[in-house]
């Protein structure tokens, strides 16, 4: 197995990309996708943004977007591309230069725009604890188009540059649902940070209010901020977490009463996950399924000796003698099973190392097969999934099994939204490619088509059905559940 160059070591693990429209026809990740739709007229509803995180359809006609590192909420219209200020956060959000911190996931109250004195806009932003960098939830009130009335919901939770996650939803139990990453925490730049996906927080550091341990996680909050009463116990301790085990959940979203969220993969395993109370997922001790292949556990951060003189290698099947692995099956804990990995499941021996269409150590990440799923929404029957990656909407049934290919330009697509009417559906693409994405071809390119940008393209009847995977598609998920 080759080893992966060290040049590796700066470049963030989550990236997106894009490509055309349609459905499919190339392998990815071990799979296929349905064969390729005529090729889809692409609206450019605005641009010019800082990197749109969150897209939202409001009640008053308007796309609602957070903008990452511009710092700001913005209300877009659909049909002239006008935009207007709701919320200018320079000065109080935090943005590192090409992190994953900024002005993130937003969730709108249900009773928004109803009259009925609910107008609330939840809202996840990092900022400046002392020299540290640190995360809160706030809610704030909108009337005529402008957000004010800063409220505190809940502060001081763990913030970084890298696998922020922040996606931010209100249940259907009244209840406030917020995915938080494991920061990158034992991988790539900081790979010598212990990551605390699998540590639980002490009756002590909650009654402290110390979210420390709140990394790799998926919280449920009541909308003042305090833990539900019925959340559950775990390790003997209730707090906001509802479940655990997760490296990026960067897509997360309700269908009726079912969570569900999109999960970035080391150099595989991308998951798409049903969430359920209390549940381990796994990670890191498990990425995808517990079925050894293609992934060991590397603990650098408990490399004898230290690990700031070891340099960072990904590929799981090399790491250096210091570096204490374990195999998946290794961990005994009960965990929950992704309903799939979208095809990005490998055998072992697989070469994460540079490739023809991937020639150096700039570029050799953007050949393993993940497709980094970005926003998550879902919509009857259907989940939408933004692949980051490779500049793809992807269409999954609920259960996982069938998945399809929609729409692909070139650029790094965050999040989605549709219209109310169903027709048309809107992209926020990222505002720069300087990490790559995969071009004509699969080539890599830091040439974004459109960034910083909100599109529009046609949605209905003739997306209405999802393909069926392939045969070795089915066998990827059957033997390994």
Request: with cysteine; glycine share 12%.
């Amino acid at each position: 197995m080759r080893r992966l160059p060290v040049a590796l070591a700066l470049i963030p693990a989550a990236v997106l990309v894009t490509s055309g429209s349609g459905g499919g026809g190339e392998a990815f990740g071990g799979g296929t996708v349905a064969q390729r739709s005529p090729q889809t007229r692409v609206r450019v509803v605005t641009e010019g943004l800082g990197d749109p995180f969150e897209l939202a359809y409001a009640p008053d006609g308007q796309l609602w977007v957070s903008e990452k590192s511009g710092l700001k909420v913005t209300r877009v219209d659909p049909r002239s591309g006008a935009r207007a200020t709701a919320l200018d956060l320079t000065g109080k959000a935090f943005h590192s230069q090409g992190g994953q911190d900024g002005v993130l996931g937003f969730t709108l109250h249900p009773d928004f725009g109803k009259g009925k004195h609910s107008d609330y806009l939840y809202l996840a932003y990092t900022y400046k604890n002392g020299g540290a960098s640190a995360t809160k939830i706030v809610r704030y009130t909108a009337k005529d188009g402008v957000l004010s009335d800063e409220r505190p919901v809940l502060t001081g939770l763990p913030g970084h540059n890298d696998h922020q996650s922040a996606r931010l939803r209100y249940g259907p139990d009244g209840k406030l649902y917020y995915s938080i990453g494991d920061q990158g925490h034992n991988y790539l730049a900081n790979y010598c940070r212990p990551n605390h996906a699998q540590e639980l927080p002490t009756a002590e550091q909650i009654a402290a209010s110390d979210w420390s341990l709140y990394q790799g996680k998926v919280l449920r909050i009541d909308p003042d901020g305090s833990v539900p009463e019925d959340n559950p116990e775990l390790n003997g301790v209730r707090s906001h977490i509802y479940a655990y085990g997760m490296r990026n959940p960067d897509g997360m979203d309700f269908g009726g009463t079912t969570l569900y969220t999109a999960e970035n993969g080391p150099l595989t395993d991308d998951e798409f996950n049903r969430i359920e109370e209390g549940g381990n997922y796994g990670w890191p001790n498990v990425a995808g399924w517990k079925d050894d292949r293609a992934y060991v556990y590397s603990n650098w951060s408990q490399a004898v000796g230290g690990c700031q003189n070891i340099p960072f290698d990904a590929d799981p099947g090399s790491p250096p003698a210091q570096v204490p692995t374990t195999k998946e099956s290794d961990f005994t804990r009960e965990t929950v099973s992704p309903l799939s990995t979208f095809g990005t499941t490998v055998d072992s021996g697989h070469d994460f190392g540079p490739t023809p269409v991937c020639p150096d150590a700039a570029s050799a990440y953007m050949c393993w097969p993940t497709i980094a799923p970005g926003g998550l929404k879902v919509y009857g029957d259907d989940v939408l999934v933004a692949s980051m990656k490779n500049g793809t909407v992807f269409k999954l049934s609920r259960d996982g099994k069938h998945y399809r290919e929609l729409y692909r330009t070139v650029n790094r697509y965050r999040d989605i939204t549709l219209s109310p009417d169903g027709k048309t559906l809107y992209i926020a693409t990222d505002s720069e490619g300087r990490h790559m994405v995969r071009g004509e071809g699969g080539t890599p390119t830091t040439h974004l088509t459109n960034p910083g940008a909100i599109l529009a393209v046609p949605y209905g009847q003739d997306q209405g059905q999802t393909g069926s995977p392939t045969q070795d598609q089915t066998q990827n998920q059957t033997r390994n559940q």
